[in-house]
């Protein structure tokens, strides 16, 4: 399995650092990376992580977001699909016009035009209108909309009870978002935590 992993300059760009870390553990799973321009200034100010050192060797293959002479650039070179995270506001845009100017949105635009699953992890708070019907457009388009939401079923058990800390209670919503992302390709992470349900028994 080949995935395409794009990361843009939205808020929370330490998502796709975690993304490509679990990724690395499936052995059978080859990445391709791609990071913004503007991403790398969000890494910048969000991280401590360099991206020579710490992101790049996450992955596969790296590629220029300019490159649009790139494999991935081509439907003719088939990969399972696309990861965008997190996904810019100005990115959301240019995926629901096809407006593929950059590496990312060109290969986001090559998955989806060969029916391959397309991940968008978008990022903002509050969300305008254009945000929205954006989402709805892609969504329509054939995109998956994952927004990084927080998951609260676990609070109770994970964090409240067993007096975990704050450091715990991120990477537990981290690999709760992630693992999200990943069941749309198939792949489970050890540590995530799916619903079991609630009983109705009367106490």
Not at 65 to 92: E, F, H, Q, R, W
Request: charged share 20%; glycine share 6%; proline share 4%.
């Amino acid at each position: 399995m080949e995935l395409i992993v794009g990361v843009t300059g939205a808020s929370g760009v330490y998502l796709s650092y975690k993304l490509l870390q679990f990724l690395k553990e499936f052995k059978e799973v080859k990445t391709h990376l791609i990071v913004s321009k503007s991403a790398k200034t969000t890494f910048k100010a969000e991280t401590s992580l360099s991206l020579k050192k710490d992101l790049y060797p996450l992955s596969t293959y790296i590629h220029d977001d300019s490159n649009l002479g790139a494999c991935i650039a081509s439907g003719t070179y088939k990969t399972a699909g696309m990861i965008v995270v997190p996904t810019s506001m100005k990115t959301l845009a240019s995926l629901r016009v096809g407006l593929s100017n950059s590496l990312i949105t060109r290969a986001a635009d090559v998955c989806i035009k060969e029916g391959r699953k397309v991940v968008l992890v978008p990022r903002e708070m509050p969300l305008s209108q254009i945000h929205l019907k954006n989402m709805y457009k892609c969504s329509k388009l054939g995109y998956v909309i994952i927004p990084p939401l927080l998951s609260f079923y676990q609070l109770k058990q994970d964090f409240i009870e067993s007096n975990a800390s704050s450091k715990d209670l991120m990477d537990m919503q981290i690999t709760h978002i992630l693992g999200k992302v990943l069941m749309q390709f198939d792949l489970d992470l050890p540590n995530f935590k799916p619903w079991t349900g609630i009983s109705t028994d009367k106490e």
